[in-house]
């Protein structure tokens, strides 16, 4: 998939094989859109892939004293969705954050990556232009500010060009006269991509609109305001009679188009009415009803998992890679171009790590990097050089089975049995991170993990079972 894999150990580093690479170079952060472009073709002659993802820092979310809130290029959905500080002063994104994929995804994935990719039906894009954001380009030539709003030309389009790294995305945190939250509709609840998608963010003196945000996605080649709708709502209060126009308002700056998973009227109609539902919900103070408080994420306790002395190392076609899995040293020539599943599979002969799908969506191919959950068939293989793995096989401590894998066998949990490596590993997450997880938890837990024999009343059922053995 590519010919050669750079871990760069600081953003210098990077701008620098940008500038020498041009367009044949991208960036990888969590992988889990660039994999599949590159395996679908969609990046045709990229050939060097440079992994920011060991660079200390750039994971934080901060508050600068002047109110402005930064989120660095490494931020994931599952920090913001966990984020004390974006709750409180930016829970458009949190929600939409929280609605990406499922728990192994939002591990990996960073804010950043979904912005480029540029996607009209990606998750944050929509909030975040709501919440008037910036993102921060840097090249050898310098570096850039650049509103959210005119960063998109078209479908998958930006103004980022081949030798610029997005360093910051930057916006000023909602106060307390403020409020917004983000609506996201989809064929299901986890793991599907929007039908349409909605930010709103209103500013109040009072009960008195003094500005509005409603941006849509998933409705115009780009995400785009509902101008008319945000000019209707200032100087109103949010009564029945305007929100009903605003909605209406809404629906008419919707362009969509018909295609697999909607039809246009019905993706306008939507607006409409998830418009209508939005402004309700933040009339009634009820914006945030439906969004956890502490949501499931299957993520480390420690983000700050760098190895030592890392420094920037370029991985070609006979590269070693070094890793630990199950607690056991390895050491693999030639891996370098494959997914960490292949390598796992056919270099380590660790099996029980399946192949679903190969795209992200079934979970079978579950294991622990760096202590979170994620898919292995989303990660590069030189992503593993230095980290610390655990699949199926290293979930047993010796001959004791863990409390999942008992459970399992007790309820019945397993039929054709192929999905259930995947399943164990995101339950034993779960206990980790929770020792009485609720069943809303569990299911939180394993909607990144697909059964297609046992219907999940059992695999549910096997969780809570084991969580209770685990307790006493
Ligand atoms: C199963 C599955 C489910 C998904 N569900 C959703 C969903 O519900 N909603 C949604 O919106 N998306 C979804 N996605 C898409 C994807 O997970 C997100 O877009 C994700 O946020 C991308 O982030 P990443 O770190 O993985 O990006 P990567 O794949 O690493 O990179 C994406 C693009 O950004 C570029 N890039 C990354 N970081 C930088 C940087 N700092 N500077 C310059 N360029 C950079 C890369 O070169 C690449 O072009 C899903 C994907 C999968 C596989
Ligand atoms: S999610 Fe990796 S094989 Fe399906
Ligand atoms: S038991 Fe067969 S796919 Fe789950």
Redesign the pocket.
């Known amino acids: 998939m590519w010919n050669q894999y750079i871990s760069a150990a600081t953003t210098d580093d990077v701008i620098k094989h940008l500038s020498e690479h041009g367009a044949q170079a991208?960036?990888?952060?969590?992988?889990?859109?660039?994999i599949?472009e590159l395996e679908r073709g969609i990046r045709p002659g990229v050939e060097t892939l440079i992994d920011?993802s060991r660079i200390p820092n750039l994971n934080r979310i901060t508050l600068d004293e002047d109110g402005i809130i930064h989120l660095g290029?490494l931020v994931t959905?599952n920090q913001v969705a966990t984020s004390k500080l974006l709750r409180e002063r930016a829970y458009p994104l949190v929600r939409a954050s929280w609605?990406?994929?499922a728990p192994q995804?939002r591990n990996?994935?960073?804010?950043?990556?979904?912005l480029?990719?540029a996607s009209p039906a990606?998750?944050?894009i929509t909030p975040l232009i709501a919440l008037d954001a910036w993102v921060v380009l840097k090249s050898m030539r310098g570096e850039r500010q650049v509103k959210l709003q005119n960063f998109y030309t078209g479908v998958r389009k930006t103004v980022?060009q081949p030798d610029?790294?997005?360093v910051d995305i930057a916006f000023k945190g909602l106060d307390a006269n403020q409020r917004g939250t983000f609506v996201k509709v989809a064929l299901r609840r986890a793991?599907?991509?929007s039908v349409i998608n909605l930010a709103i963010v209103l500013s109040f003196q009072d009960t008195v609109i003094t500005r509005a945000a409603i941006t849509l996605g998933a409705v115009a080649p780009t995400i785009i305001h509902a101008e008319m709708a945000e000019a209707y709502l200032i100087g109103k209060e949010l009564t029945d009679q305007v929100i009903e126009r605003a909605a209406e308002l809404a629906r008419n700056a919707a362009r969509p188009i018909d295609d697999i998973r909607s039809s246009a009227d019905y993706r306008r109609e939507m607006v409409r009415v998830f418009t209508a539902r939005a402004l309700q919900a933040i009339h009634n103070g009820r914006e945030q009803a439906g969004m956890p408080a502490n949501p499931v994420t299957l993520m480390s306790a420690n983000l700050e998992n760098i190895p030592a002395n890392f420094s920037s190392t370029q991985h070609g076609k006979e590269s070693l890679i070094h890793t630990r899995i199950n607690g056991q040293e390895f050491t693999f020539t030639g891996g370098s171009e494959k997914t960490l599943l292949r390598l796992l599979r056919e270099d380590a002969g660790l099996i029980g790590t399946k192949e679903g799908c190969a795209?992200?969506?079934c979970g079978a191919c579950t294991v622990f990097l760096d202590g979170s959950a994620v898919m292995a068939c989303?990660v590069p293989a030189p992503r593993a050089d230095g980290a610390e793995i655990v699949t199926i096989e290293g979930l047993a401590n010796g001959d004791k089975l863990h409390p999942v894998q008992d459970a399992f066998i007790q309820d019945g949990a397993v039929q054709c049995g192929y999905c259930s490596p995947g399943f164990l590993m995101s339950a034993a997450k779960l206990l980790e991170e929770r020792s009485s997880p609720t069943r809303n938890e569990i299911e939180q837990a394993i909607t990144g993990n697909l059964c297609r024999c046992t219907g999940y009343y059992k695999i549910v059922q096997a969780i809570e079972n084991a969580s209770k053995v685990q307790e006493t």
């Open positions: 991208r960036i990888v952060a969590g992988a889990t859109d660039l599949l920011v290029p959905h609605e990406v994929g995804i990996r994935a960073t804010v950043a990556g979904n480029i990719t990606n998750d944050t980022l610029e790294m997005l793991q599907a991509i795209e992200g969506e989303m």
